[in-house]
């Protein structure tokens, strides 16, 4: 079974604020704005239905919803 476009962005998503969680973390605090912009990010795809990460994900493969 594949995975679709919208559970392969929320894979992304999850993995990017963890990331960047740990990198705010142990690395430096500015690592924090990139989970915000990945928040900003998933807030305006609510309202637009747009989101980049979705083409990308088009491209590699994922299936789009029935």
Do not use: Y
């Not at 999850?14 to 924090?32: E, T, Y």
């Not at 915000?36 to 590699?60: R, Y």
């Amino acid at each position: 079974m594949k995975m679709t476009v919208d559970e392969g962005l929320r894979l992304v998503a999850g993995f990017f604020i963890l990331l960047s969680l740990a990198l705010g973390w142990f690395v430096h605090p500015w690592w924090f704005l990139f989970t915000a912009f990945v928040g900003l990010n998933l807030l305006q795809s609510a309202f637009t239905h747009w989101c980049p990460m979705m083409a990308v994900l088009k491209k590699l493969g994922f299936q789009q919803e029935a």
